[in-house]
């Protein structure tokens, strides 16, 4: 589930059991959406853990994922180069050959 | 593109139609800053409040109360809602100090009894 390198392709989760009624911060557009790794950003405690006060967690990688509007929009009017980067946490991402669980 | 999505939350509102945007800047208000000096010092100072907390409170107010609160509304609401859940405060306190501040607050819910 974690280490993904930069430049390589990921899609997000649709589904991150348990969902709801944990707290979710992936936003609802970008579920399901292949893009690639930007940058690795480093290793952070949980937000999704944090916002139920459980502090002192084990660390998540964090990675900046770079995703074309167009492929996130399937009516989008703007350049084919315009893209958007979003901070996602490795246990919301996948592997994108893989079967979608 | 099949995307199969658990449900959206009233927040998350990326994608969606905003209307116009609102871009001018603004002043704070003295009881606005207060709210945030207030919560800079639950998280950074004291540690009795994490941002991630502050945030799941404001994701949890009803779809109405969320589009109709200002940024500000939003946060007091937040703060108030966790301090009881975790009990720094009491709901008793907070209405005592609320008197206080405001001897009339409850004047219109006292007739109710």
């Known amino acids: ?4 390198a930069k430049d390589s392709l990921v899609r997000v989760k649709s589904h991150f059991p348990p969902s ?6 992936t936003p609802f557009y970008i579920r399901g959406c292949v893009g690639k790794i930007e940058r690795i950003c480093g290793a952070f405690e949980n937000p999704e853990e944090l916002a139920f006060g459980r502090v002192g967690g084990d660390k998540k990688v964090l990675y900046r994922v770079r995703f074309s509007q167009s492929d996130i929009w399937p009516d989008y009017e703007g350049s084919k180069n315009d893209q958007i980067d979003i901070e ?6 996948e592997n994108p050959e893989e079967e979608r669980k | 593109m099949n995307r199969d999505f658990t449900a959206r939350g009233n927040h998350d509102m990326g994608g969606l139609e905003a209307g116009t945007i609102d871009k001018d800047e603004h002043d704070y ?10 919560m800079m010092l639950l998280s950074n100072e004291l540690s009795i409040l994490t941002v991630d ?11 109405d109360a969320y589009d109709n609160m200002t940024y500000y509304e939003r946060w007091m609401a937040s703060i108030t809602n966790t ?3 975790t009990g720094v405060i009491t709901t008793e306190e907070l209405g005592s100090k609320m008197r206080e501040i405001k001897p009339d607050f409850f004047s219109g ?5």
């Open chain 1, 1 to 4: 589930m974690t280490g993904f």
């Open chain 2, 53 to 63: 907390q502050l945030r799941k409170g404001i994701e949890a107010l009803p779809p």
């Open chain 2, 109 to 113: 819910m006292d007739s109710l009894k």
């Open chain 2, 83 to 85: 301090l009881l859940e």
């Open chain 1, 88 to 93: 996602l946490y490795d246990f919301w991402l």
């Open chain 2, 29 to 38: 208000a003295l009881w606005e800053k207060r709210v945030d000096a207030m």
């Open chain 1, 20 to 25: 709801p009624p944990a707290h979710c911060r």
